[in-house]
């Protein structure tokens, strides 16, 4: 089951961007296999289990360690240079369209409490957490964020559109700015209709009590597929880390498996 976690197509993408070995300041146990963290990683993102319950047998180390691996991978952006370097594949196949993208958000309960969670208002106030998606024509996902539970919508779109990674398209250039941007009533105000056109976006945001959802919901449906292929990866449910590093790389790693199974479907 191992193997199937972690194929040599996907490791083959990932090994080259992880940093060098951090210098051990006293002799100890050999460092664990990155290949094997990074299964163990996989494994606890799909599974949804606790750090320490992950099966030592199994993967060759301990929970603490793949959360270590995990944390500092996160650190040095390897899942943002993994998702850079998918979508350019998948741009160069033509796979990747920038005619209109659709950008929508899903909140999630936390068990505890940490940065980037607060009061969820449609929880009963309970600590929460949301992941907020920008995805292109097709559905797949060109950047993603984390706020707290009571952050409004309406404060990310600039955020999203503005980390949108450059993609190199089939014809050799690069494009990071989609032509029209689809979103709910939730992302409706005259700043972020002015704002994305001046940075030459067509905004196609829904105006409350004036355009049916039915209408501009021809587009959006893209993006609310997303997320729910985000909830797949039952770790990406509940929020369960303190750390909100090392909860946003969930998030940017399950959005590479997105990608990888867009561009290599027999992967996983």
């Not at 083959?12 to 990074?38: C, E, H, M, N, S």
């Not at 369209?97 to 999630?108: E, T, Y």
């Not at 609310?224 to 909830?231: N, P």
């Not at 090392?246 to 590479?256: A, P």
């Amino acid at each position: 089951m191992v193997s199937e976690l972690v194929s040599d197509a996907f490791w083959q993408r990932v090994a080259p961007l992880l940093p060098p070995p951090r210098p051990k300041k006293k002799q100890g146990r050999p460092r664990a296999d990155d290949r094997a963290a990074l299964e163990a990683i996989v494994f606890v993102l799909r599974s949804g289990i606790p750090w320490e319950m992950l099966p030592r047998k199994q993967f060759g180390l301990s929970g603490m360690t793949a959360w270590r691996r995990l944390e500092e991978w996160t650190c040095a952006g390897v899942w943002e240079q993994l998702q850079a370097r998918l979508l350019d594949a998948l741009g160069l196949r033509g796979k990747v369209g920038f005619s209109r993208a659709s950008i929508d958000s899903s909140s999630m309960r936390a068990s505890k409490k940490g940065a980037l969670t607060g009061p969820s208002p449609t929880d009963r106030a309970k600590a929460g957490s949301k992941h907020h998606l920008l995805v292109e024509v097709h559905g797949l996902p060109l950047t993603e964020s984390v706020t707290a539970a009571n952050v409004h919508d309406t404060h990310e779109p600039f955020p999203l559109v503005d980390s949108v990674p450059a993609v190199r398209m089939p014809s050799g250039q690069r494009r990071f700015r989609p032509a029209k941007v689809h979103g709910d009533k939730a992302y409706a105000s005259r700043k972020n209709r002015l704002g994305l056109r001046l940075r030459g976006i067509a905004p196609r945001i829904v105006h409350p009590g004036v355009e049916s959802k039915a209408r501009l919901g021809r587009y959006r449906w893209v993006v609310e597929r997303t997320l729910a292929w985000k909830s797949q990866l039952r770790r990406l449910r509940v929020r369960d880390e303190r750390r909100d590093n090392v909860h946003f790389g969930f998030l940017v790693l399950g959005c590479c498996i997105m990608l990888l199974r867009r561009l290599c479907p027999d992967i996983f």
